[in-house]
């Protein structure tokens, strides 16, 4: 296999480095690629520019990984929609091989707000906010491209070297919403990344999956139980912090389904081997 990881940022990287593992030739895809550890292959490249096609390498799998360079529509518009099609359209030179298998990866912020309720691959995809509909827009540029295409939803990713949560929690600026359960919805890096390897591999993957972990939970049952594995005091409830989220249960029975099991099935394993490892 021979890959190319568009975006070769927190995900990209730790996906990289597996396939290199499994011996699968690797290339990762950034505007400054200097810092790629090895067994990936550097390509420095725009997904923006004119000249794309002649930067990129002889592949037959790709991962579109990529992230808004800014919270603007703009920027969420340029990236997931226009750098989408500018890749696919470069990928599509008469003179490359077809390429076998496009994953986009996308968020679970294209849904709406569902009141609690449970979501899956085939609740609409209804989001309020310009991030929901562009990226959105992207999974649609990708499903109808011109290549075999799957499209991976995944929630709030978390892991090594992401301890904002941690740190907030220990010095007690977190605050536990009101007003009944907020649900939040989260996948641990590795889990991320060994997913999106899964669906490279798999033969016949469905177009649309949910990445999350097994078990949803509500914020305030995170904070809390955050705050016992850090010995920190816990954290005060504020109604006002339930206002402007997003509510809803995400469903990861599809990705089950085709076979993939979870290093870190829920938030308290991922967070206690952070804890352990002393981030």
Not at 99 to 118: A, H, L, M, P
Request: aromatic share 8%; glycine share 12%.
């Amino acid at each position: 296999m021979k890959v190319l990881i568009a975006g070769c940022g927190y995900v990209g990287t730790e996906l990289g480095l597996r396939l290199s593992e499994e011996g699968h030739q690797v290339w990762g895809l950034k505007r400054r690629p200097e810092g790629l550890p090895e067994g990936i292959e550097p390509v420095a490249a725009d997904l923006l520019s004119t000249d794309l096609v002649d930067r990129l390498p002889d592949v037959d799998h790709v991962v579109y990984a990529a992230a808004a360079d800014g919270g603007t529509r703009e920027a969420y518009r340029a990236i997931y929609v226009d750098g989408v099609r500018n890749l696919l359209d470069a990928l599509s030179s008469p003179e490359r091989e077809p390429i076998r298998r496009f994953i986009f990866v996308s968020s679970t912020g294209v849904y709406g707000d569902s009141g609690g309720e449970w979501v899956d691959e085939e609740t609409p995809a209804e989001a309020e906010s310009f991030r929901g509909t562009e990226v959105r827009a992207g999974e649609e540029a990708a499903l109808g491209g011109p290549f075999p295409a799957s499209v991976l939803r995944l929630g709030g990713i978390y892991g090594p070297g992401r301890t904002r949560l941690l740190q907030m929690v220990r010095e007690g600026r977190v605050r536990c919403p009101g007003d009944g359960p907020i649900w939040s919805n989260r996948i641990h890096r590795d889990d991320a990344a060994r997913a999106l390897q899964h669906l490279l591999n798999l033969s016949e993957p469905a177009p649309i999956y949910v990445g999350v972990d097994d078990e949803p939970t509500p914020l305030c049952q995170v904070y809390r139980e955050v705050a016992r594995m850090l010995g920190a005091p816990e954290p005060v409830v504020d109604p006002d912090q339930s206002r402007d989220r997003s509510n809803k249960r995400c469903s990861n029975r599809l990705l089950r389904e085709s076979g993939f099991s979870f290093t870190y099935p829920s938030f308290r394993e991922g967070y206690g081997a952070m804890v352990a490892a002393g981030d």
